[in-house]
């Protein structure tokens, strides 16, 4: 079946060039649009859509809270949110994603990577391009713990080998990275991945990358 995607953004010229990009795949299907956040809460309801392709600033009701209603805590629904951002970063993304969503893709990426992104999304998977990972999280430190206050008891139901991983995660490494970097399989990588998210009750990747600053394991600018 094709994988159902919602366009929400406030430029119809946008929209239609996404369109245009995504209905070109045989396995993507647009199934509806949205101008604003309220429109995107509607058409979720209505259209049931697998992906919702979500501009973060928008008249009515921005990307992140219509992110958080549509997929936030106690939402079971399938549809799943990857956030468009600018180059520069909008300020917002990081609430975006604590609010659930699955990751972000730049406004100006190539078609490619576009409809890559949705599939990866559509999937279960988190989209987490590492470089601009890293650079948003850096960038909004200010928004984050500095490290000194008191690590979360969940963090010590972690062994130490996954402690590494979730380090590595939050560095924006891809599980071939982690791998590499620990002399183990990629299998292996998966393995702690999944123990991390379940025993942490997180989503996906990229929440755990917001986890570990957030938590203080790792500090915004550290290597």
């Not at 045989?26 to 995107?40: R, T």
């Not at 078609?111 to 960038?139: C, F, H, W």
């Not at 393995?191 to 991390?196: A, D, F, S, Y």
């Not at 755990?208 to 938590?215: C, D, G, K, L, R």
Request: proline letters at 5%.
């Amino acid at each position: 079946m094709a994988i159902r995607v919602l366009l929400v953004d406030d430029q119809p010229l946008l929209r239609t060039g996404f369109r245009m990009i995504l209905e070109a795949e045989q396995d993507i299907a647009v199934v509806g649009e949205a101008g604003d956040g309220l429109q995107a809460i509607d058409q979720v309801r209505a259209l049931q859509p697998d992906v919702v392709l979500m501009d973060i600033r928008m008249p009515r009701m921005d990307g992140v809270e219509a992110t958080r209603q549509i997929t936030g805590p106690g939402r079971d629904g399938p549809a799943k949110v990857l956030v468009l951002t600018t180059f520069d970063l909008d300020e917002y993304v990081v609430e975006a994603l604590r609010a659930g969503a699955s990751g972000f893709l730049l406004k100006d990426a190539p078609a490619n990577e576009l409809v890559q992104a949705i599939r990866v999304v559509a999937s279960g998977e988190a989209m987490l391009a590492p470089s601009i990972t890293r650079r948003l999280l850096d960038k909004y430190a200010t928004h984050l713990p500095s490290g000194e206050e008191p690590v979360p008891d969940t963090l010590h139901t972690l062994t130490d080998r996954e402690v590494e991983v979730l380090k590595l995660v939050a560095r924006g490494l891809s599980n071939a990275e982690i791998a590499a970097d620990l002399f183990v399989s990629e299998t292996t990588v998966k393995t702690h991945v999944g123990h991390v998210l379940t025993k942490l009750g997180l989503r996906d990747r990229v929440q755990a990358a917001v986890y570990a600053y957030e938590s203080g394991l790792v500090r915004p600018g550290a290597q």
